[in-house]
């Protein structure tokens, strides 16, 4: 008979692989989804809010990591499939909500699906992946609640604009419900009632169906809320939906009405619901007016609206450090889908305003470009505000709440960047989120973090 000599070095192997093997794993995934918040949008808005030595909350967080953003299809991705790509782990063509191998078609005039048979399958996302697990879920924006990102978390469908689908995929027990869903999600927050309303004098833009999906969601027993005072009554124990935006989408932070919930007061209701899963929770929250502002060439809402993101982002962190001391059970992903065409331009003194006019470090007086005219610190590649001959633009007038910065090509409207977008991450699973790696490793390295 032989025998095996005891190795102290094996066995510190064995018992290290079988603690790695034993980790808690992401009881919890909070995934933040900044719209179109490129690294010059960060930057800038770092400098916006504390100036150029600060720090976003966001940027204090552990892990780092570049993403690259392009789709199936365009090397510049729109929101569609680069949400979708995180959802999904697989790349999608633009336009497309999380469905694989399904090429972009037209809604009808009335706003519904025509993807039609053998165009693609829907794709899981790992919010029905979560949902599947027993744990609860939600998705939480400023935009329309069909827009393309927080619609890639639970819906399928051919084009992004067909929103009266998207809402019709949501609302349980209902035709055109998504049964990947399950018993419905459980925290739904947004703008965008018309598309959940019937059709009619004063509702232009609702239902063609003329079916009422708020009622169809209160009928299935969710807390139902128009407004932030609905919403701040509203406790655990019941499902929620909360559409607070008769049209469109939410405000932009620097304008909203008090009957709007803030990003940060959205974020915090959401934990609260549910977080009273015992199994866990996957929540999706979205700064998508970063975008809208950003393709508008407004970079001063742009800004704004990054701090707002940065402001619910460090809210949650407290939640849950609160409910889950070292985040051993809790992992949280800040990310955006795509970049934008802004730029910081020319050699700006230190401590001027980031949206200002440019000026000399000596004099402090504006600068002047090759043509003698002052320019502003943020520029855009293209948009709609582009002069055939450019004139001076001074303080008064680039401070303002209503400029917009001059763009390069002119352009209808801004067009996303096909560039790199920056993401952070903390907790548990958090250390794989490094390097350059592709936004569909993301869903997978989220999926293996929750062990779904």
């Known amino acids: 008979m032989t025998f095996r000599r005891f190795s102290p070095l094996l066995a510190a192997c064995t018992l290290a692989a079988a603690n790695a093997s034993a980790a ?40 780092t990591a570049r993403i690259k953003t392009y789709s199936n299809d365009f ?222 060439t407004r970079a001063k809402d742009a800004l704004a609206e990054t701090v707002a993101f940065d402001e619910a982002i460090q809210t949650a962190l407290e939640r849950m450090r609160a409910i889950d001391p070292g985040l051993e059970n809790t992992l949280i992903v800040v990310t955006a889908d795509h970049d934008h065409t802004m730029v910081m331009s020319g050699y700006p003194k230190r401590g001027n305003p980031v949206h200002d006019v440019l000026r000399d470090y000596a004099s402090g007086q504006p600068k002047k470009d090759a043509d003698g005219k002052t320019f502003t610190t943020l520029l855009f590649g293209n948009g709609p505000n582009r002069p055939d001959v450019r004139a001076d633009v001074d303080s008064a007038t680039v401070l303002s709440d209503s400029y917009h910065q001059e763009a390069g090509v002119r352009a209808e409207w801004e067009s996303h960047g096909g560039g790199d977008v920056k993401l952070y991450a903390v907790g548990a699973g958090s250390a794989p989120f490094k390097g350059t790696i592709e936004n569909t490793k993301v869903f997978h390295l989220m999926k293996a973090a929750a062990g779904l």
Do not use: W
């Not at 794993?25 to 808005?45: R, Y």
């Not at 708020?214 to 139902?224: I, P, R, S, T």
């Not at 609905?230 to 932009?252: C, E, I, N, Q």
């Open 24 to 63: 808690p794993q992401a009881k919890n995934i909070i995934f933040f989804l900044g719209d179109g918040m490129g690294p010059t949008t960060i930057t800038a808005a770092r400098i916006y809010k504390g100036g150029e030595d600060s720090l976003l909350n966001f940027e204090r967080l552990e892990r």
């Open 75 to 296: 090397q510049t991705t729109d929101s569609a499939p680069s949400m979708g790509s995180y959802m999904t782990g697989i790349k999608i063509n633009n336009d497309v909500i999380s469905m694989k191998d399904a090429r972009a078609i037209d809604p009808s005039s009335d706003g519904v699906d025509q993807c039609g048979a053998g165009n693609g399958a829907a794709a899981p996302t790992i919010l029905e992946l979560a949902k599947a697990r027993g744990k609860a879920v939600g998705a939480v924006t400023t935009t329309e609640l069909t827009h393309a990102t927080p619609a890639s978390t639970f819906s399928h469908v051919c084009h992004r604009d067909a929103v009266y689908t998207i809402a019709q995929q949501i609302v349980p027990g209902g035709a055109g419900y998504n049964a990947a869903l399950g018993d419905g999600v459980d925290v739904l927050m947004g703008g965008g009632r018309d598309h959940f309303t019937p059709r009619g004098a004063g509702n232009p833009k609702g239902r063609p169906d003329g079916r009422d999906l708020m009622k169809e969601f209160a009928a299935q027993g969710y807390f139902v809320a128009n407004t932030r005072a609905d919403m701040m009554s509203a406790r655990p124990g019941r499902k929620f939906v909360g559409v607070y935006s008769a049209t469109s989408h939410l405000d932009y932070a620097r304008a909203r009405r008090p009957e709007q919930p803030t990003l940060a007061e959205m974020t915090t209701k959401a934990i609260e619901l549910l977080s009273k899963d015992p199994d866990g929770f996957f929540l999706m929250v979205e700064g998508g007016k970063i975008d809208h502002a950003l393709h508008d």
